[in-house]
């Protein structure tokens, strides 16, 4: 089955710098990696996706990129703020209507 | 956020009693998930139903029990067969293949 492996687990910046957040997949069927934000406490909550026929997107200071054939996908923030602090999940989608999570990167950015 | 909701949202249970998580949405989806999530943990899948009166195992569905007799509803049961209950359980729902999971806000289980 899809197997997602995330790093780093933390990640510190200082504010104004960029942070990337790397994924990796086992599956090479997926076609759908989106990445969610949860807040200490609170729900996940999708920040950007991309698809399989796409290789990058970008939305404000967020951005995913996809290297299908490597079977990597990235999650870039720039010019980062002290509420991007939060715990930020990768995933692949497995054909089954399930997605497969990854472990998880804490990003703090201190002022 | 509000088309995905959860009860309750703080739940304490003594050893050995069965407890029953809600999760109701009105966003018309298909599909649903439940997920456990410990301290500084990803999200591992417990359940799941792609429609109604119809749910496979996830990853770690021993000690949990699901029904979906209803296209809203997708309430777990925690039995007394779980033996470390105490998580954050977050309920999920998609319209369908490939496409984004809304999260309802979570219920936080304490077994005392």
């Known amino acids: 089955g899809e197997n997602v492996e995330q790093h780093p687990s933390t990640l510190s910046v200082q504010e104004g710098d960029s942070a990337v957040i790397k994924c990796t997949y086992s599956?090479?069927?997926?076609?759908?990696f989106p990445w969610y934000k949860q807040e200490l406490g609170k729900r996940p909550q999708l920040i950007i996706d991309?698809?399989?026929?796409?290789g990058e997107k970008k939305d404000q200071r967020i951005a995913v990129t996809l290297n299908k054939t490597a079977k990597h996908f990235s999650l870039h923030i720039t010019e980062t703020q002290p509420e991007d602090s939060a715990v930020y999940f990768c995933?692949?989608?497995?054909?089954?209507?399930?997605?497969?999570f990854g472990t998880g990167t804490r990003l703090l950015v201190s002022p | 956020d509000g088309g995905i909701t959860q009860s309750p949202k703080y739940l304490f249970r003594k050893e050995g009693q069965n407890v029953t998580l809600s999760c109701e949405q009105n966003?018309?989806?298909?599909?649903m998930y439940w997920y456990r999530q410990d301290p500084g943990q990803g999200l591992r899948l417990i359940y799941y139903?792609?429609?109604?009166?119809?749910?496979q195992k996830g990853d770690i569905a021993e000690g949990y029990s699901v029904s979906r007799e209803k296209k809203e509803s997708f309430p777990l049961t925690v039995t007394s067969a779980q033996k470390n209950p105490t998580a954050f359980y977050l309920c999920?729902?998609?319209?369908?293949?490939?496409?984004?999971?809304?999260f309802g806000p979570g219920t936080r289980l304490t077994v005392l």
């Open positions: 999920a729902s998609s319209p369908g293949l490939a496409n984004e999971q809304f």
């Open positions: 599956d090479s069927a997926s076609n759908y």
């Open positions: 991309i698809r399989s026929n796409v």
């Open positions: 995933a692949a989608d497995t054909g089954f209507q399930k997605l497969v």
């Open positions: 966003l018309n989806h298909d599909a």
């Open positions: 139903s792609q429609i109604v009166n119809d749910f």
